[in-house]
């Protein structure tokens, strides 16, 4: 749960460091003090949007941090992100005058995306303004899938629906475009005929190069080895003779001088390279075989490989890999052709489709039939007797929400027949089933921190203290906090606190402050009673909180 909140330089809050307790608590206080500020400011810990609207007036930044106790639920997810669950949890939000916002998990730097992922796990905001939502068909649908808690089988079926269009439109191009894909099969198999055709192998083109430069230039190479050979070792003057000469001559005065030994030896390795370079130079000439026809058989295969690059518009040494590309294309190209295998996939696909949006069409039957009682049950306390609550399932044309369209009807009193709610429900009658689908949807959330912004809006009366319970028996299954301006909700709940607003040096700021039981009396006469307090209404405040 939410054990506190400290926010510093926000709108018109410079400092304030609010602690929770469990159950359920209130705020209250006179227009503009603020209390909606309170929600502004742990959204923005939660990962709501930022806004540089948000920095109080004349300071360099916001910074807002609330800290929670961490439920089990969230172990998996904190020890991913490393984490650790036994910690304090700490959401922190800054925003300064340049429009930075940070965000912050136990004094880690992380990404808005995640901040936002863990606040939706630890706290449900409902809106001031939820009731106009729930005329949308969108949100309809939503809250009944979250009330039955199966978005996992949602989700499979939009998967599965993208799954089945895709397929879907895999045929129709193959359908559609199947002269095009013909040409285009054919300019794709001429090409992989031609280099079937030429049959190139993995680094030929490389092997053929060098040996058709070995060839044409074979006389020079054979001269050359030959006079290199000479050179080496051919008479007197030859490069061996003259180092065996040297090395004997060195060999003779070393017995004078010691230091000509290292010379020695370096003479004595080039005389072993020369023997090595000379007996390399008699095996290449041996081995050297100048067959005229080879070279007019390299140089053929030469013109056949440029042949069939320069048609191609390759170089020669990239054939091989057009030739692998082509052959992938025409796979590809082929499997985007079958037509029989692409009906087969699709028809699968459908199917696949079928079964689970059929899955869904039952899930939502029984949550419907659940929901529409619980929320008929509530009409009765909610000052519309006689009333009813429905949820249509509406066949339809499959989609990725299913095969069916949700829709919420009501029946205002006894006899008549549940209509769309846009089309029979108040104001006051929206936002009154707005509450009680709030409330009874949020007794099967595992989401243990929830707050009502002002939702008792177009309500008062004996109806304002049915919701005003409402809420505290809902506090009893998690930690509700609720905005409120109706004295009988607030006499419900288990803590107060009164948000008021003072102006000081021409600088408004709003403060919050946890009431006692005397101060709690005194608030809620004045939301009763308006400007003047009496002691008529003190004792009318006194026994609502009796009551409560």
């Given amino acids: 749960m939410l054990r506190s909140l400290h926010i510093r330089d926000f709108v018109i809050v410079d400092k304030a460091e609010i602690t929770f307790d469990a159950g359920f608590t209130v705020f209250s206080g ?56 036994d910690d304090d949890l700490i959401l922190r939000r800054t925003i300064d005058r340049q429009g930075r916002s940070r965000a912050y998990i136990s004094g880690v730097p992380v990404t808005l995306a995640q901040l936002r992922e863990l606040g939706e796990q630890l706290v449900d905001i409902h809106g001031q303004h939820a009731h106009q939502s729930l005329l949308k068909s969108t949100h ?4 009944l899938d979250s009330h039955g808690g199966h978005q996992d089988l949602a989700q499979r079926v ?41 049959n190139l192998q993995d680094g030929e083109w490389q092997a053929l190069s060098n040996n058709h430069s070995r060839l044409a230039h074979a006389q020079a190479l054979l001269e050359g080895a030959t006079q290199a050979l000479t050179t080496l070792d051919n008479d007197e003057m030859s490069v061996r003779a003259l180092l065996n000469r040297t090395v004997l001559q060195l060999q003779r005065l070393q017995q004078h001088d010691a230091r000509l030994q290292d010379i020695i030896a370096s003479l004595d390795s080039a005389l072993i390279g020369t023997d090595e370079a000379i007996s390399d130079l008699n095996s290449y000439l041996s081995d050297f075989d100048v067959d005229p026809d ?6 053929q295969r030469m013109s056949a490989i440029f042949d069939t690059a320069r048609k191609l518009r390759a170089e020669p040494d990239a054939l091989p890999e057009l030739q692998a590309q082509l052959r992938d294309q025409l796979d590809a190209l082929d499997q985007a052709s079958d037509t029989e295998a692409l009906a087969r ?76 709610l846009g089309r029979v429900a108040s104001g006051g009658e929206l936002a009154r089933l707005s509450l009680a689908l709030s409330v009874i949807a949020s007794q099967a959330a595992r989401v243990p921190t929830l707050i009502f912004d002002e939702v008792d809006t177009g309500i008062g009366g004996g109806v304002a203290e049915v919701v005003g319970r409402l809420l505290r028996q809902l506090g009893e299954r998690h930690q509700v906090l609720c905005v409120t301006h109706l004295p ?58 009796q009551l409560g």
């Fill in 30 to 85: 006179e227009t503009g003090a603020g209390k909606s500020i309170l929600i502004d400011a742990l959204s923005l810990a939660l990962g709501a949007r930022s806004d540089t609207g948000f920095i109080r007036e004349g300071a360099a930044r916001a910074d807002i941090s609330a800290v929670f106790d961490a439920p089990d639920s969230l172990t998996a997810w904190l020890t991913e992100h490393d984490f650790d669950p």
């Fill in 488 to 545: 009988q909700v607030a006499a419900c709940g288990s803590h107060h606190f009164e948000v008021s607003r003072q102006t000081q040096d021409a600088t408004t700021l709003s403060s919050i402050t946890p009431l006692d039981k005397d101060g709690r009396i005194q608030e809620i006469a004045r939301m009763l009673g308006g400007l003047t307090i009496t002691d008529t209404t003190r004792r009318h405040a006194k026994e609502m909180l």
């Fill in 345 to 420: 996939r699709a028809d699968e696909a459908h199917s696949a489709y079928n079964a689970l949006a059929k899955q869904l069409t039952q899930a939502r039957k029984a949550t419907a039939k659940r929901l529409a009682k619980q929320v008929t049950d509530a009409m009765q306390t909610l000052a519309m007797e006689g009333g009813r609550f429905d949820i249509a399932l509406n066949p339809g044309e499959g989609s990725a929400h299913g095969n069916e369209q949700v829709e919420f009807l009501v029946a205002g009193h006894t006899g008549a027949t549940p209509r769309p």
């Fill in 140 to 143: 309809q649908r939503q809250m």
């Fill in 294 to 299: 080879a070279l007019a058989q390299a140089e």
């Fill in 158 to 198: 939009r998967q599965a629906w993208q799954h089945w269009q895709a397929a879907r439109n895999a045929l129709r191009d193959a359908t559609e475009q199947a002269a095009a894909r013909e040409q285009e099969r054919l300019a794709l198999q001429w090409q992989m005929d031609e280099l079937d055709r030429l």
